[in-house]
């Protein structure tokens, strides 16, 4: 059994430890440290321990959720009052998804041809792949000039130049995490 250097902690003295490779709850792997999913239904007990796997120990730790306390309803409603909801100041992904659909499908599309011709996520293995990409979204802005849709793909170069910088950027982030 491993525990984590710097456990994560519910306020209340409860400390996890980590040890088998999948959630309690949902089998997601690492994804269940309060991130996306609650490791179990209820808080747990103090010295409560959890498993996990031991070689994720230092990727679980990066992941802690940010403290408790901090969260708060943007209508200054009682955490336990009926309707709060403790989202205030958090990311909102709907505003990307909802307010830029139809670049979204377009870059979709240019994603769904590369899987088709390559293999699924095969991009993310590409040696060196912030410089190609990075290379490659400079072509398509050059060609942007010239002509509006790639004559290979029938898809907009714009939607090419916009998937190839989101490939190195999150071939930058994965990096950066890591």
Not at 103 to 119: D, H, P, Q, S
Not at 144 to 161: G, N, V
């Amino acid at each position: 059994m491993m525990e984590i250097p710097d456990p994560l902690c519910f306020g209340d003295g409860a400390k996890l430890r980590l040890e088998s490779a999948s959630c309690l709850e949902c089998a997601s792997a690492i994804r269940c440290l309060n991130v996306v999913c609650p490791p179990v239904r209820s808080r747990p007990a103090p010295e409560t321990e959890l498993t996990f796997n031991p070689g994720m120990a230092a990727v679980a730790a990066k992941m802690r959720p940010k403290e408790v306390d901090q969260e708060t309803d943007p209508n200054g409603l009682d955490p336990h009052a009926p309707g709060a909801k403790l989202d205030a100041g958090k990311v909102r992904p709907d505003l990307i998804l909802d307010g830029f659909s139809l670049a979204l499908w377009a870059v979709a599309e240019v994603g769904t041809y590369g899987a088709k011709k390559y293999t699924e996520n095969g991009w993310a293995s590409v040696d060196r792949g912030e410089i190609r990409y990075r290379a490659a979204a400079g072509r398509h802005r050059l060609k942007r000039a010239r002509e509006s849709h790639d004559p290979d793909t029938q898809l907009l170069h714009l939607a090419h130049e916009a998937w190839n910088v989101l490939a190195e950027l999150e071939l930058h982030l994965r990096k950066e995490s890591a």
